[in-house]
């Protein structure tokens, strides 16, 4: 069932990033479940059943996901975890590639969630370009911004959705916290990928960058996952910006990062293959991306 949903497995960011913590501190060991369970629950939280199906529900999701390992000596990180890679940029590359034979239309456990990311990327409202916030706190505008752009199908409801889906939008790095409440802003997760985009080239045309990009982060402009959406949200009454134009998300993502020095922004003269950056008080043309790395 789906992540997003806070009564089904999956949902909890906390519990995901406490088993994380445990089993990091383990450096490879494996630990019994009934362990785990143990070191994981507080002395002030009873035994209960459901605070213990709970935690089972979301350990049991991110073992079937491969982000943990279980057999018969216990669980432990997989055999080819190396260390330093945030726990956000781990979970958002494994529900990436579990999703990358398949429909982005289709399926119910991490599907929704990267179906509303790719929708709130594409809506420039929710950026400082667009000038609104999602409201944090009822999560009500989140559901609209979604439902109001996709199918009923796959619609998110305000009650135990909503909030859930700005949880993991902002752990997983796009969307971020501003005056108690959050915009869209993609930074996070497009600079943990740098080095995987600029593998081959260090400076790369602009329009190669972004298929690059779209390659590892396909929920971004160009990428796969979002151009299948964009097409459901075109239906909806929806408008694409048009090439050059990129979305104000990664457009403002792009100048964040050029502004933090992992990537260099360069304009060549009458270039016909620069992208536009679309900015709250300007408009900005790139020819060329280079990395510069941290």
Not at 206 to 222: E, K, N, T, V, Y
């Amino acid at each position: 069932m789906s992540i997003i949903n806070n009564a089904h497995a999956g949902s909890s960011v906390r519990l995901l990033n406490l088993i994380d913590r445990v089993l990091l501190r383990r450096e490879g060991k494996p630990i019994s479940r009934e362990e785990l369970i143990e070191v994981c629950r507080p002395e002030s939280l009873p035994g209960t059943d459901t605070a213990a199906k709970r935690f089972e529900w979301n350990l049991n999701f991110w073992i079937e996901e491969g982000l943990w390992v279980e057999d018969q000596s216990g669980i432990r990180m997989p055999s080819d975890f190396k260390g330093g890679q945030a726990l956000s940029s781990r979970v958002l590359s494994l529900i990436i590639d579990n999703t990358s034979e398949a429909d982005i239309s289709q399926g119910s456990r991490t599907e929704p969630l990267l179906r509303a990311i790719c929708c709130l990327l594409a809506q420039d409202r929710y950026t400082f370009y667009g000038g609104e916030v999602l409201k944090s706190g009822t999560a009500g505008n989140c559901a609209d911004a979604i439902n109001s752009r996709l199918p009923s199908s796959m619609s998110i409801n305000i009650s135990n959705e909503a909030s859930t889906m700005l949880e993991y939008g902002e752990f997983l790095g796009f969307l971020e916290p501003i005056e108690g409440n959050l915009i869209v802003d993609p930074t996070r997760a497009i600079e943990a990928v740098l080095e995987k985009v600029f593998l081959d080239n260090k400076e790369l045309p602009a329009q190669d960058f972004l298929i690059s990009l779209g390659r590892w982060l396909p929920m971004l402009d160009g990428g796969v996952y979002r151009e299948a959406i964009e097409s459901l949200m075109m239906d909806k009454g929806w408008d694409k910006p048009q090439f050059p134009n990129i979305s104000a998300s990664l457009s403002h993502a792009l100048f964040r990062l050029n502004l933090g020095s992992r990537i260099t922004l360069e304009q060549r003269s009458d270039d016909v293959n620069s992208i536009a950056m679309v900015l709250p008080e300007e408009k900005r043309t790139v020819s060329i991306i280079k990395y510069r790395e941290a």
